[in-house]
């Protein structure tokens, strides 16, 4: 069904790499994550915000961003990953640094009002983004991001099977780590409570 063995390859191999990262540093930035080599550019392309405006990833430049990108038909690991971020935003102490972004890879279905509605379901900080299938594929590759169309079933129902991971982009729009949704719940928001602890007002 929805992503097994692409996202459990791909989330242990991140973690691996997290450890790696780990060993070689006695101060990770992020002990709960997999940490990438150097930071990663992720291109500042038009998408699409839930008042069918065009905007793009930079408008959230000067706050790091926790990015998941999926559909709001998904029956199972979207909405469990975005509880999951649901859960962690909430016991952040510095939330207003920190930005919860939704892209769906799905534009077909996730008109903006849609979208809205999924990503405030979770909580009215988040933000929904889509935008044109070469757009999100410009998006995705430097994530590392698989994903793919199922056939469509007799109702005219389709699946995306996906990669199910948070993609963490720095203050700078950097892709600099990577969580397991579900993975050790609390560590999260602990990593970046102690991350934005200095710049607490």
């Known amino acids: 069904m929805f992503p097994s063995r692409l996202t459990t390859a791909l989330a242990l191999a991140l973690l691996l790499g997290a450890c790696a990262q780990s060993a070689s540093t006695d101060k990770p930035q992020f002990p709960h994550a997999a940490i990438t080599p150097a930071p990663v550019a992720v291109p500042a392309l038009s998408l699409e915000n839930t008042a069918g405006k065009l905007t793009s990833l930079d408008q959230f430049k000067g706050k790091w961003v926790w990015l998941y990108m999926g559909y709001t038909s998904c029956p199972d690991v979207c909405p469990a990953a975005m509880s999951y971020l649901a859960h962690e935003y909430k016991l952040l102490k510095n939330p207003i640094l920190v930005q919860g972004v939704f892209v769906s ?90 991350l934005t602890k200095e710049k607490a007002s």
């Open 105 to 194: 890879v799905d534009p077909k279905r996730d008109t903006p009002k849609k979208l809205g509605e999924w990503a405030h379901f979770y909580d009215a900080h988040f933000v929904g983004l889509t935008g044109d299938k070469t757009t999100i594929a410009a998006i995705a590759k430097p994530l590392g991001f698989g994903y793919s169309f199922d056939p469509p079933d007799k109702t005219g129902f389709y699946g995306v099977e996906h990669t199910n991971l948070v993609f963490v982009l720095d203050p700078q729009g950097r892709y600099v780590a990577t969580y397991v949704p579900g993975d050790q719940p609390g560590m999260m928001a602990q990593d970046f409570n102690a």
